[in-house]
């Protein structure tokens, strides 16, 4: 069981950027694959960045692709986030995911990952 805690989100104009923060207690003795999605209203959660459980790979949705970094600290308890040129269509509630069992083929399905936060609203203006 790990519990996960987002921070960091908030308002941005068009072109600025924000930091999320994603805490992971608990079980954190065992390997997790970690990820962020983000979700918009009437939207399915959609897949924005994650790393497997296995190593230090970044796997990224072309839409925050060279805009966005995901990065974690050495404990692999602290994940992050950093968004540069955020757009209005960046505008969602991001999540924080965790999973110690997940195949590469599932990484972008919302619904493979057993772990969630509670969420962070990023607001982009334009």
């Known amino acids: 069981q790990v519990e996960l805690a987002e921070s960091g989100g908030g308002w941005v104009q068009a072109g600025g950027s924000l930091r999320l923060t994603c805490t992971a207690t608990g079980s954190t003795s065992r390997r997790y694959a970690m990820g962020w999605f983000r979700q918009t209203p009437g939207k399915d959660r959609e897949f924005v960045a994650a790393?497997?459980?296995?190593?230090?790979?970044?796997y990224y949705a072309d839409s925050v692709k060279g805009r966005f970094t995901i990065s974690r600290d050495s404990a692999k308890t602290t994940m992050f986030l950093q968004m540069n040129s955020l757009k209005p269509e960046d505008t969602a509630v991001y999540f924080c995911a965790a999973d110690s069992t997940l195949i590469l083929s599932s990484l972008t399905n919302a619904g493979a990952w057993d772990y969630w936060g509670q969420g962070t609203q990023v607001t982009v203006s334009s």
């Open positions: 790393f497997r459980q296995s190593g230090s790979m970044e």
